[in-house]
């Protein structure tokens, strides 16, 4: 049975907001997702995935310069934001969040739809679009390469690292109090671990990621993402999965960003070959100033080669839209 979003109420968000949004609310096993809405009801349907420890604010700054047609939802993901933590004793990793993306999808009742990743949500979304390539019209990525490839030799390492940590994790919250900020501390802490925000972004992450207690603000994310993903691919399973990708793809790599990051010969091999991969199936890769959170820091250098990327013509696609009209249930 498919699930309906329980919960949708209007509202304006802060300075950088100046159009009217709904917030987004459906409910999963374990509690509820949550997200925000831009755009028309009958619009060009557009899922939005932010990065690792980010929240659904990541693309405030972006969606208002983006077609006004379309109709974007940007979700917080599981132990991000707003939405519900996964429950005691379970791992994050790339194929759950798929999973929870296809329970959106399904709310949403979306046929076909365009997603816009960043980051992790990136690797969301290259993993969601070879797993349903039917499903996916076009792909952008966001300082993002779509798969994140580890060496097999490294695996068993992480693997167990992933479980000690969890494990650790689990007894000290049995003892643990949690820490408690004041707002300005909140801000300090959020750019010392994510030196490529600026403050008015940290402001707009953190209107999603806190909430107020007695005495001050606490984070509102899982800690537990912090810990080892557990589930990981080689490059060749990458490629893999890469080559049942049917949608469009955009790569928009940051100078600073993770060309930056991920700068070691054997990292090199990983992303060089993963953008070719991508140039073989006719996807653009393009390199744009700026750093990890340019599209939030920075959205009118990232807006236009998306807007241009989002309406070429794709007369394939704009026949099946013609055909079935979607209406997304909010």
Not at 103 to 119: C, E, N
Not at 201 to 225: K, M, P, Q, Y
Request: charged share 20%; aromatic share 8%.
């Amino acid at each position: 049975m498919i699930q309906t979003l329980t919960g949708v109420r209007r509202f304006v968000t802060s300075a950088t907001m100046k159009q009217a949004v709904s917030e987004f609310q459906m409910p999963v096993p374990w509690g509820e997702m949550r997200g925000k809405v831009w755009g028309p009801d009958h619009g060009r349907p557009v899922l939005c995935l932010h990065g690792w420890a980010d929240n659904c604010g990541s693309f405030n700054t972006l969606i208002p310069l983006l077609p006004k047609e379309c109709r974007y939802v940007a979700v917080d993901l599981a132990g991000h934001g707003l939405s519900s933590h996964r429950p005691p004793g379970v791992f994050y990793s790339f194929p759950a969040y798929v999973a929870d993306i296809r329970r959106v999808i399904d709310a949403l009742q979306w046929k076909r739809f365009s997603i816009i990743g960043h980051s992790m949500g990136g690797n969301i979304a290259g993993m969601f679009s070879a797993l349903y390539p039917e499903m996916v019209e076009s792909m952008v990525l966001l300082d993002s390469y779509g798969f994140l490839p580890t060496d097999p030799k490294e695996m068993p390492k992480i693997v167990k690292q992933g479980i000690d940590g969890l494990l650790a994790f689990e007894k000290k919250q049995d003892a643990k109090k949690e820490r408690v900020y004041t707002f300005e501390n909140a801000v300090q802490r959020l750019r010392a671990a994510n030196p490529s925000l600026s403050e008015s972004s940290a402001h707009i992450l953190l209107e999603r990621g806190l909430t107020h207690v007695d005495g001050g603000v606490v984070f509102t994310r899982d800690f537990r993402i912090n810990l080892k993903n557990i589930v990981r691919i080689s490059l060749e399973q990458s490629m893999a999965f890469l080559s049942g990708i049917q949608a469009r793809v955009l790569v928009v790599l940051a100078e600073d960003g993770f060309e930056k990051i991920f700068a070691e010969p054997e990292q090199k091999i990983f992303t060089s070959t993963l953008l070719q991969g991508y140039r073989d199936h006719q996807g653009i890769v393009l390199t744009l100033p700026g750093d990890h959170h340019v599209h939030l820091n920075r959205p009118e250098t990232v807006a236009p080669v998306i807007i241009d990327f989002l309406q070429r013509e794709d007369v394939s696609s704009q026949s099946a839209a013609t055909e079935d009209t979607q209406t997304a249930k909010l």
